[in-house]
């Protein structure tokens, strides 16, 4: 049996509109052929005004968010200040570079609103790739397609969400790995909320 089939499949996307961003995930913890899980959180708000959407081992993840949210808690402290999503996502991105001997298994995109909405893609070696739009995980290359011929400069934060549903879908479609409904976290200046979508 190849490492594949121990490696959890997923797909995360997240997209920048004109006020914001949005992040999503679908629910299903998958190993192999086996389905662990309908339920799984693969989205986390980290501060009020950043987040990230996670593919990969699910305790790597919430790992890495909680060391990330403890990290930034402490620095804002000191601070009495906001910490930017730029400095969340080299945060994160030091933590999985220090780790890169015994990598934490899970890619993300990490968003964020500052004077503008911002997402950044980081691999397990803790890379750092900005972007407008991205999607991770196995059902990568069937969710990206939509996201290439939809996606638009100045989105409104409708037109956003359901694009990242229907690339979202279209991964469903073809990834046994994925599927089983939406979380959703969208992020503005006002803040972040979440939501639960299905199909």
Do not use: H, W
Not at 24 to 42: C, D, H, N, P, Y
Not at 68 to 91: C, F, G, P, W, Y
Not at 117 to 128: E, H, N, R
Request: hydrophobic share 45%; charged share 25%; aromatic share 6%.
């Amino acid at each position: 049996m190849s490492i594949e089939a121990y490696i959890p499949g997923a797909t995360a996307v997240g997209v920048v509109f004109k006020d914001g961003v949005v992040l999503a995930a679908e629910k299903r913890v998958a190993l192999g052929t086996f389905i662990m899980s309908r339920g799984g959180k693969k989205v986390f708000p980290i501060t009020p005004n950043t987040g990230a959407a996670c593919a990969g081992m699910m305790a790597d993840m919430q790992v890495l968010t909680r060391n990330v949210q403890a990290i930034v808690k402490l620095r804002e402290m000191d601070l009495r200040r906001r910490v930017s999503a730029n400095s969340v996502t080299k945060l994160m991105s030091v933590i999985m570079f220090e780790r890169r001997m015994f990598p934490l298994l899970t890619q993300v995109i990490l968003g964020g609103v500052d004077e503008e909405p911002s997402i950044f893609v980081l691999d397990p070696l803790g890379s750092v790739i900005p972007d407008k739009y991205a999607c991770i995980g196995s059902g990568t290359e069937l969710a990206i397609g939509v996201l290439e011929s939809e996606y638009k400069d100045g989105m409104t934060e409708k037109q956003a969400k359901d694009l990242v549903l229907k690339a979202i879908k279209a991964s469903t479609q073809r990834d046994s790995s994925s599927g089983d409904g939406v979380d959703i976290l969208v992020i503005t200046r006002e803040g972040s909320r979440e939501e639960a979508a299905a199909f």
